[in-house]
T-cell receptor, first 117, second 116 residues
Framework: AQSVTQLDSHVSVSEGTPVLLRCNYS??????LFWYVQHPNKGLQLLLK??????LVKGINGFEAEFKKSETSFHLTKPSAHMSDAAEYFC???????????????FGQGTILTVHP | NAGVMQNPRHLVRRRGQEARLRCSPM?????VYWYRQLPEEGLKFMVY????????ESGMPKERFSAEFPKEGPSILRIQQVVRGDSAAYFC??????????????FGPGTRLTVL
């Protein structure tokens, strides 16, 4: 079984300040981890993914995340928030559960990021 | 290369009617996934299909819901006799045929179903 917990349902920051969106996961198998972003009434866009290579993953738009196996965490960070970053962010885990050859995605509840001028 | 296409973007149905949601995967992708997003919740896996085959439907409600991905044409998610609780955003995603949990899934814009 696998699960994802996003620790904050809402995060509010000022433009130009750092962003931290927290995510903890649980997986019985070696997981792949993703962060997706969803702007209002839009589809989901992949920000970054961890697939057992480097533990610090860089994504688009200045976002990055660090995989910490000992803490079962995959927190998303950005040094300086921009107004256009305001959106909902989903932490996602995928694993070859039960010997399947594909990844079934399990989504966290989402974190809504608000950026103030 | 067009992305994942879904139509309609918005669908309004009355209780008891049927809803048909369509998904055209990205070119070259033969794997299709359907997810449902209820208000205030994250996306929940419903079904995984390859061409002409349902691979995993463990997230599908046992009644009224069905999905297909024919040899030709889009994937269809069909909801019969809709109820108010079916109101949600339904997202389709596709991935290339090489498989593996590391495959990124590319998402469509979603269909927002409202049941009156």
């Amino acid at each position: 079984a696998q699960s994802v917990t996003q620790l904050d349902s809402h995060v509010s920051v000022s433009e130009g300040t750092p962003v931290l969106l927290r995510c903890n996961y649980s997986s019985s198998y070696s997981p792949s981890l993703f962060w997706y972003v969803q702007h209002p009434n839009k589809g989901l866009q992949l920000l970054l993914k961890y697939t057992s290579a480097a533990t610090l993953v860089k994504g688009i738009n200045g976002f990055e995340a660090e995989f910490k196996k000992s803490e079962t965490s995959f927190h998303l960070t950005k040094p300086s928030a921009h107004m256009s970053d305001a959106a909902e962010y989903f932490c996602v885990v995928s694993s070859n559960a039960g010997g399947t050859s594909y990844g079934k995605l399990t989504f966290g509840q989402g974190t809504i990021l608000t950026v103030h001028p | 290369n067009a992305g994942v296409m879904q139509n309609p973007r918005h669908l309004v149905r009355r209780r008891g009617q049927e809803a048909r949601l369509r998904c055209s995967p990205m070119k070259g992708h033969s794997h299709v996934y359907w997810y449902r997003q209820l208000p205030e919740e994250g996306l929940k896996f419903m079904v995984y299909l390859q061409k002409e085959n349902i691979i995993d439907e463990s997230g599908m409600p046992k009644e009224r819901f069905s999905a297909e991905f024919p040899k030709e044409g889009p994937s269809i998610l069909r909801i019969q006799q809709v109820v108010r609780g079916d109101s949600a955003a339904y997202f389709c995603a596709s991935s290339p045929p090489s498989g593996g949990s590391w495959n990124e899934q590319f998402f469509g814009p979603g269909t927002r179903l409202t049941v009156l």
